[in-house]
């Protein structure tokens, strides 16, 4: 089972941009497909952007053209490039990984602890 865990959350106002990243350890990483999700409290765990074992992705309406998933997978590294950031991205963020694609859904064997975004405007 792959191991995750999450970096580079933080503070920033509204436009900005920051760069999460999940080093992921115990598994071989290009077996894995590779997603980031966001939670708000009060809010169910949302997908934001998926990408798969081809390098193919996914993103959720609400951060197309602003969000860019990557991997490095010599690095065994998930990135999630986070441009033009509003309040309402304000959430923790997790990556998750599965060798199953899940795209999207909440249905990923492994997760990370978690990191803050915090969003003001």
């Known amino acids: 089972q792959v191991h995750l865990v999450e970096s580079g959350g933080g503070s920033v106002q509204s436009g900005g941009s920051l760069r999460l990243s999940c080093a992921a350890s115990?598994?071989?990483?290009?077996?894995?497909?590779m997603a980031w999700f966001r939670q708000a409290p009060g809010k169910e765990r949302e997908g934001v952007a998926a990408i798969d074992s081809f390098g193919r992705t996914s993103y959720a309406d609400s951060v197309k053209g602003r969000f860019t998933i990557s991997q490095d997978n010599a690095k065994m590294t998930l990135y999630l490039q986070m441009n033009s950031l509003k309040p309402e991205d304000t959430a923790m963020y997790y990556c998750?990984?599965?060798?199953?694609?899940?795209?999207?859904?909440?249905?990923?064997?492994?997760w990370g602890q978690g990191t803050q975004v915090t969003v003001s405007s």
């Open positions: 998750a990984a599965d060798r199953v694609n899940y795209w999207l859904h909440a249905r990923y064997g492994a």
């Open positions: 115990g598994d071989t990483y290009s077996d894995y497909c």
